[in-house]
């Protein structure tokens, strides 16, 4: 059976005029690079990389647009992408491999006594009362129904120490605010995320109600550190990443001073910081829930390197 595969993945940002193409132009190719440049003229977005594979090789590799905010640097194809919230399906593959080898179950509780993170350090110590939350279990987490739901407000107007007002009530979405609350230290770590809403309490029955949740996926990302003893990009890179050929991904930061070497810069329109980078974001990195930074070329499924 004949397959195609087709990655595009996009940096948005500040409008801009592009012209800089880089990779191996291919022949018989020049009306996708006229598209993809098309499209980016049409939306103002400073650089992508796309790559396409037919039959498990590679057919097309190449960049457009620029990968700093400066419009000097020219976006190259081994540049590093954020895939966002794509990398909630790649928890998911880790804990359903963690399933399918006996090390999981779907139905093991998460919290509390007998479960996942009943032993965690730092979790173990919450002191919660909303007793729904040891009815958490791992497939809840995986369908957005752990409870949980950003969409409800439970931020202060305003959200200090910011001065607007943060909507809805997810804590990645307001570091700095959660540190001040539960008096810990910035960057901010993972766990104390997940602590600010297991004291808050839930908004839904476990298991009810279809709530997106990036805390979820975050709390996934523990149960594998747990199961495994290993963290959280290690296991993925080994057992997920290594094994399709993916050999250039991280898992990234969301602090400017920590942005990988071939990570390309983004800027929001209103921002008068990098939106990726300002001092909304603080922390090292919801990890699980969306922060990894992808190579292209192995994405697409070929095991190779090359230098550009």
């Known amino acids: 059976m004949t397959t195609a595969r087709l990655l595009f993945l996009l940096l948005s940002g500040v409008p801009v005029v592009l012209s800089a193409q880089t990779g191996i132009p291919v022949s018989g190719m020049t009306a996708c690079d006229t598209q993809v440049q098309s499209l980016l003229n049409t939306y103002g977005i400073p650089g992508a990389q796309f790559a396409l594979a037919r039959n498990g090789k590679l057919v097309y590799d190449r960049a457009f647009g620029h990968a700093d905010l400066q419009g000097l640097e020219p976006t190259r194809p081994d540049h590093l992408f954020r895939v966002a919230s794509v990398s909630k399906p790649i928890t998911a593959v880790a804990i359903m491999q963690l399933v399918q080898n006996g090390e999981l179950a779907l139905s093991d509780q998460v919290f509390g006594t007998g479960g996942v993170l009943g032993e965690h350090p730092y979790l173990q110590e919450v002191d919660y009362t909303d007793q729904r939350l040891e009815d958490i279990t791992v497939e809840h987490l995986l369908r957005h129904t752990g409870g949980w739901d950003r969409d409800i407000n439970c931020f202060p107007t305003p959200t200090t120490p910011y001065t607007w007002t943060t909507p809805g009530c997810d ?25 600010f809403l297991m004291e808050r309490g839930l908004d839904h029955t476990p298991g009810t109600v279809y709530a997106y949740s990036n805390i979820g996926y975050l709390v996934l990302g523990l149960v594998i550190e747990e199961v495994t003893g290993m963290s959280y990009e290690n296991h993925v890179r080994t057992t997920v990443f290594e094994p399709l050929g993916i050999c250039d991904a991280h898992v990234g930061r969301n602090l400017l001073s920590d942005k990988l070497e071939r990570e390309v810069e983004y800027e929001g329109e209103g921002y008068t910081t990098p939106s990726c980078y300002g001092t909304a974001a603080q922390y090292p990195g919801s990890m699980a829930g969306g922060t990894w930074r992808p190579w292209m070329r192995t994405v697409a499924g070929c095991s190779v390197r090359a230098n550009w």
């Open 171 to 195: 804590p990645i979405s307001a570091p700095l605010h959660v540190a001040a609350t539960l008096g810990e230290s910035n960057p901010i770590a993972k766990e104390a995320l997940v602590r």
